[in-house]
Each structure stands twice: as C-alpha cells, then as structure tokens.
C-alpha cells in the first residue's frame, strides 16, 4: 500500500503497492532534477528523458505520497476557475489558451497510456454541471457562454447521470477520467527503462547554486544544469506562497445497493461544490464524491466534513458501504491560473509548477508540457500565460529561498512530566489538542493506545502557528499549507524542517490508558 500525508487511506493508495524502482543509482550528475515524485514530476521528468536528457527524480517519501495519492482524477478542460473568471482576468484570447492547454494535457494522457501499454483505466468521459435555482441558473449560463467562446464543446442537456434533482444542466464533452496511481507508476517505470533514475525517502535538505545546481539530500550531493519542485508547493519562503492559498478537500469511495453508478462526471455549483464520478478499481465499483472544501487549518472539526459529505451522499444514494474517507490538500491560485515556469527570483535553471486549485490531474500534464519546452529552450504559447512571474513584488517582501534557517528551539534539553501539562488527562485516544504549558504552547497529540506525542507547534516555514487536523490525524498550518504528523515530520511543504519535538515523561502513556 502506498504511503500517503495522512491517516485515513485513499482508494488509490489502498490498491496500489509502493513503487519500487529498478534501477540502482550511482551517478551523481545529470540534466535535469525534479523534485517531487507526484503526476507533476514523474510526466516532466518522462517528457525531459525521451528528449534526450539525463534525468533524476528525488521524492523525500514514495511516489504518490502527496495529493497525487489523494485527487479524485477528474481530468478536465471545465476547470474549477470558470471561464467567466478567466476571461475577466485574462481575456478571452488567454481563456481560450487555458482550454486549449489542458485538451492537450488529456490527450497526452490518453497518448501515454496507449503508447507505454500503461492500464490505468483511462476513459473518456462527459462533464455535467447542474443547476438547482435561478440564481445558478444565471451563473450557469455565464460559464456556458464563456466555456463554448474559449472553445469547449458545451450544450444544455435534460438529463444529468447522478440522481440530484436539478432546474439546468450543461454538458461538456472530452472530459476524462483514469486511476491516478496506476498512471504515475507505469509512467515511472517508462522513465526507468528510457534511463532515468529515481530516488526515494529522500529529502532535499538544501540546494547551492555553483555552476552546477547542487542539490545535497540525506543520500548524497547531487548536480544538474536544471532544477524541477515538483512538490506541489515549492520549499523556501517565495511570493509563491503569497500567492496561493492551501485548501482541503474531502472525499469518499463508496458502494451502492444498486448498480446505478455514474458513469460520467458530475458536479453541482454549490460553494463549496460537490463532485461525483464511479471507478472500477480490481473489480469492484465505487461512487467517489467529494466536496466540503475548507482553507488548510481554518476547520475546528474536519471530522465534521466527512460526516456531512456522507449525509449528502447519502441523501442521493444507496449507499451500501463507505469504503474509504480521505483528504486531499490543493492550492488556490490568486488569480485563477496555475503559475508555471521560473521560479520567482530566479530566472534561470529552477522551474516550479504549482497552483493547481481543484485541477491537479489536468494541470499537471499541463506543466509537464510546458516545463519541458521551458527546459529545452523551444518557444511555447503558454508561457507568458502561466509564468509564475506574472505576480507583482510585494512592496516590502524580501524574494528568496532559504533553506536550512535556524530554528528557535523552545523546548530543547527539556522532558516534561505529563501530570504537569495542562488537559492531557481530559485528551481522548486519537485526540490532539494545543495546551499552555508555562509560558509556552504545546501541541499534544494521545495516540490510541495512550502515548503522548509533544510537539512545539510554531510551523517552521515562516513561524505560524500549527493546527490539529483530527481527521488525518496531522498538524496543518493555516498559513501556507506545511502540515506534519504527529511526531513533527513534514508531511506537505512549503516547510522542509520538521517541528521541534517534545520529550513527555512515561506517566503520560499510564494516564492514557485509564
Ligand atoms: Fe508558512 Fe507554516 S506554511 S508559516
């Protein structure tokens, strides 16, 4: 089963075995490194390796580990940012660009899965989009209008493939859907073949710019003329980070009583919005809705989305059995687009890909494209559109990566008695909680067998404070989206250095287990 950044299991995860790679890696020297073994990395680093370059792939975890292991792969041209907004902010020739960009992603899916034999359960699918008052009736027909000028096949359809009552839908045609992690994986092994090497559990701990990049890992230094983050939010402090905002999404596979499963895709126009689509995985079909969206550590309770997506599943559904609940972190961009190409402030030899918002799938073959053209110096129309630099500097902000920073250490040399942290007793099994202790905050997490996990919870990104995501059972930063599991480590970046952990005396596990 693949790992993942969190505690519940996704479906995918859950049917796919951990990547193993078949080739050992004694260079140190290549093209190309990507950072980052989700969709983004893996089809860059392909689309780089079957151009001629020697590339290396460097996941801190295993491949899929991050959201890549947790979208609900909807691939799509109708994208969360209407074409209303796109339009608005970029015109109508640039919304068409977007359309056309991510037709191209799907395709190179589709071509990749065809050509490489790789069976992911690709399938092409319709997108329906319904209505259910006047009002998103009104906006409905807005985003028609603006989808079918960016060049969408759109049109009103009486029918819609979910049982949701509903006043008007649209459909769009040459949408698709595919098993996220069966895809990456044989694009994986495809890489390997062509001679690209992969490297697992290893984290970047810093990157130097000589007249190499060096990028020095806890397995060594290596080098290269080009550098990919592909860690769906680059490390470092950035205007990146200013620019967009971490968000969680909430989704669930589920079995009916009857056979009545969508075959397409569907979506209501509530906000946050709901989704719904079927997937075949080893046999069995499941109905995977999602929706319940919330700004990363702005959800007192995320159990809470969990229990209300159910109810609304079930409300439509006949449900026979929830199977799997997970969540999935994505970042909203500021202006609608994702920002692909040079990093900020760095104008030559480091690429990002980030900003995805809720079309991670398509996005990402997206920059896979156009990182590839970027890195090969081949002229692209999509560059300016996506160019992270794009961003106006905040007056002020200082744009720099910095790895390695100091971190202030509070708790350091110390092991606290548990009968003296304030609430531990009160702490449920499975339960985290930030408590005072003295002066200081401590965030305390009661596994359920009664151990105590300590840790400072100041995130070490840019100092905010961490909170408690009792669903997936981690720490997640409301300011830019780090999150870390209960013993500090990171999970998700932008952070790179884990949180200061802890020591709690043995008489905290006694106590947990009364
Ligand atoms: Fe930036 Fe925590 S992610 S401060």
């Known amino acids: 089963m693949i790992h993942r950044d969190g505690n519940c299991t996704s479906l995918w995860q859950d049917h796919t075995g951990i990547y193993k790679s078949d080739r050992d890696v004694a260079d140190h020297h290549y093209d190309v490194i990507v950072i980052g073994g989700g969709i983004t990395g893996i089809s860059t680093a392909l689309l780089l390796q079957e151009a001629g370059k020697k590339c290396l792939v460097l996941e801190a975890r ?3 580990f991050g959201t890549t292991g947790g979208t609900t792969a909807h691939l799509n041209t109708l994208l969360d940012t209407p074409y209303t907004t796109i339009s608005k902010n970029f015109g109508e020739e640039n919304a068409a660009l977007v359309a056309r960009a991510t037709k191209e992603a799907i395709e190179l899916i589709n071509t990749n899965c065809k050509r490489y034999l790789i069976d992911c359960d690709f399938m092409e699918a319709d997108a329906f989009l319904f209505a259910q008052d ?3 009736e009104r906006e409905l027909e807005d985003i028609r209008k603006a989808s079918e000028a960016a060049g969408l096949d759109v049109r009103y359809t009486t029918g819609i493939p979910v049982p949701i009552p509903f006043t008007k839908a649209m459909q769009a045609k040459g949408q698709a859907k595919f098993n996220p992690t069966l895809y990456v994986h044989g694009l994986a092994r495809v890489f390997e073949e062509l001679g690209g090497a992969i490297v697992q559990e290893c984290p970047v701990q810093a990157i130097e710019k000589n007249d190499r990049m060096e990028v020095i890992t806890i397995k060594g230094r290596f080098s290269a003329v080009d550098i990919v983050y592909a860690t769906h939010i680059p490390p470092g402090i950035n205007l990146l980070h200013l620019r967009c905002a971490p968000w969680r999404s909430y989704a669930m596979a589920v079995t009916l009583e009857n056979d009545q499963y969508p075959e397409d895709l569907a979506y209501d126009m509530h906000d946050p919005y709901n989704y719904y689509r079927t997937q075949v995985v080893d046999g069995q079909k499941y109905l995977v809705a999602g929706g319940m969206d919330h700004k990363t550590g702005h959800e007192e309770e995320t159990g809470r989305c969990f229990r209300e997506l159910e ?4 409300q439509h559904f006949p449900v026979r059995e929830v199977c799997y609940r997970w969540s999935s972190q994505y970042f909203e961009p500021a202006d609608g687009l994702p920002y692909i190409g040079h990093l900020p402030g760095e104008q030559e030899h480091i690429f990002v890909a980030t900003g995805y918002s809720g079309n991670g799938m398509v996005y990402s073959s997206v920059a896979a494209l156009l990182l590839r053209q970027l890195i090969l110096q081949e002229p692209s129309p999509y560059t300016e559109l996506f160019d992270p630099n794009r961003i106006k500097p905040v007056a002020g902000f200082t744009n720099f990566i910095k790895h390695n920073a100091d971190v202030v250490k509070q708790f350091a040399e ?18 985290g909680k930030v408590v005072k202790y003295e002066d200081q905050k401590l965030a305390v997490y009661k596994s359920e067998s009664g151990e105590v996990h300590a840790i400072h919870p100041v995130c070490t990104h840019m100092r905010c404070d961490v909170k408690w995501n009792s669903a997936e059972r981690s ?10 599991d209960v013993d500090g480590n990171v999970l998700t970046g932008p952070a790179d250095r884990a949180l200061e952990k802890v020591g709690v005396s043995t008489l905290a596990t006694e106590q947990g287990r009364h």
């Open 134 to 136: 006047e009002k998103q």
């Open 62 to 64: 295993n491949l899929c």
């Open 475 to 484: 720490w997640d930063c409301p300011c830019h989206g780090a999150r870390y």
């Open 311 to 314: 109810s609304i599943v079930r």
């Open 414 to 431: 110390k092991f606290l008695p548990a009968e003296n942290i304030p609430g531990l007793s009160a702490l449920a099994p499975g339960e």
